[in-house]
């Protein structure tokens, strides 16, 4: 299995707190990203990095932001935590070239109350 | 906007059916990919196809990718309980930025013994 982990798995959080995800990876992967999953909507591409300190929106980066200050960790921090931002997080990691799997942690469960 | 259209969105079938799931686009990709998804953990890649017609088998799995390199299908044969989740389709992207993949929404598999 690709060495990736995310923290915490599970939060509950308040509306209007700032929340941080954590995304750890051991493989060396140059990119990064971070999906939210809803039903009805798939998996959805928040934020991606392609290198330490380079990063760039997705479709639905609207109240987050990420940052990657070392090739092993991609933060993604809610400013201030909304209800519809509750939902399963997913990290993921891929290398380059044509074919390039990705790899995806286990997820992280936010409620927003 | 929704580069990858997966279909159906729901299938319900019983033990020993054979099934197609499509992935279909109007984009041109490098590469496509299927990932398994069950509950609770992230999704799990299967198969990554990278030349147009190219077919790929994993055991009663058949993974076709299309000519013009816009399109996929996943059949399975003989369908088995431990087939049951969620499969997503993934196109990947040339240029810009590279190892972006795109995802569908999934193809939420349930099969009855």
């Known amino acids: 299995d690709a060495g990736i982990t995310q923290s915490p798995r599970h939060k509950v959080t308040e509306t209007g707190t700032p929340v941080t995800l954590r995304c750890h990876q051991t493989e060396n992967h140059r990119y990064m990203y971070w999906y939210r999953q809803d039903p009805g909507h798939g998996l959805r591409l928040i934020h991606y990095?392609?290198?330490?300190?380079?990063?760039d929106k997705g479709e639905v980066s609207d109240g987050y932001s990420v940052s990657r200050s070392k090739t092993e960790d991609f933060l993604l921090t809610l400013e201030s935590a909304t209800s519809s931002q509750t939902s399963v997080y997913f990290c993921a990691i891929s290398g380059t070239g044509v074919g390039t799997e990705a790899f995806f942690g286990q997820g992280t469960r936010l409620t927003v109350v | 906007t929704q580069l990858l259209e997966q279909s159906p969105q729901f299938l319900s079938i019983q033990e020993g059916e054979n099934l197609t799931v499509y992935c279909n686009s109007s984009s041109v990709f490098s590469s496509l990919q299927w990932y398994r998804q069950e509950p609770g953990e992230g999704p799990v890649l299967l198969v990554t196809?990278?030349?147009?017609?190219e077919v790929k088998k994993l055991k009663r799995l058949t993974f076709q990718f299309g000519d013009a390199r816009k399109d996929s299908s996943l059949h399975i044969t003989a369908a088995q309980p431990g087939d049951t989740g969620l499969y997503l389709c993934a196109g990947a992207r040339w240029g810009g930025s590279q190892g972006n993949l795109i995802f569908g929404k999934g193809t939420k598999l349930s099969v009855k013994p």
């Open positions: 990095s392609y290198g330490v300190k380079d990063t």
């Open positions: 196809v990278v030349t147009g017609g």
